[in-house]
């Protein structure tokens, strides 16, 4: 089963780390945008994904890493969509 884990605050990124699995994904929003500035050792397989928004309301829209991807809400929706669940980590 697939989950999408969708984190808003860096530290709970930290708590919500040991359950990742291959295929999983997460999704950084509000402060949590922060951790998408550095590049990241996560588990083989797991999607990363980033709100453009947010990134933008914190001016840090041209500083993500390159494993991370920019979404905006219509494509953070789709996401939710496409994995058997979602997780919030708020």
Request: proline share 4%; charged share 25%; hydrophobic share 40%.
């Amino acid at each position: 089963m697939k989950t999408l884990y969708i984190i808003n605050q860096p530290q709970k990124s930290e708590e919500a780390q040991p359950y990742f699995a291959e295929h999983d994904g997460i999704v950084l929003i509000e402060d949590a945008v922060v951790l998408a500035t550095r590049e990241t050792k996560q588990p083989h397989g797991l999607k990363q994904y980033v709100l453009e928004e947010d990134l933008i309301a914190r001016g840090l829209h041209k500083k993500v890493a390159s494993d991370w991807e920019v979404v905006n809400y219509p494509q953070f929706v789709e996401l939710t969509l496409q994995y058997d669940k979602s997780v919030s980590w708020l």
